[in-house]
């Protein structure tokens, strides 16, 4: 049975940084792409980032360019996600999620696994 477990949200004020972590069990970890979404309250999820297996290649959404980075440890089977310099429009559920390939999809139909999330809230 797959799982990913995500950890690390909490409350922080703007400016502040967070490290969210995801541990995956369940799958062949370096066989799948592995990629962060979120979902603020009455919106549609959308896509934050991804990397490829092997963490050479990495896609971000615009709006949290420069300021988040994603990085993976295969060894560990957990993905990260760095988030500095946040806003309260960072605010939102964020989720893991995995998708077997190396193709840097920023679709949420594209991943087949999820986790429950974790709640990030920035305050202003």
């Known amino acids: 049975q797959v799982q990913l477990v995500e950890s690390g949200g909490g409350l922080v004020q703007a400016g502040g940084s967070l490290r969210l972590s995801c541990v995956a069990s369940?799958?062949?970890?370096?066989?799948?792409?592995m990629a962060w979404f979120r979902q603020a309250p009455g919106k549609e999820r959308e896509f934050v980032a991804a990397?490829?297996?092997?963490?050479?290649?990495?896609s971000y959404a615009d709006s949290v360019k420069g300021r988040f980075t994603i990085s993976r440890d295969n060894a560990k089977n957990t993905v990260y996600l760095q988030m500095n310099s946040l806003k309260p429009e960072d605010t939102a559920v964020y989720y893991c999620?995995?998708?077997?390939?190396?193709?840097?999809?920023?679709?949420?139909?594209?991943?087949?696994?999820w986790g429950q999330g974790t709640q990030v809230t920035v305050s202003s």
């Open positions: 990397i490829s297996w092997s963490g050479g290649n990495t």
């Open positions: 369940g799958l062949t970890f370096s066989w799948y792409v």
């Open positions: 999620a995995a998708r077997v390939g190396d193709v840097l999809d920023w679709q949420r139909s594209s991943y087949d696994y």
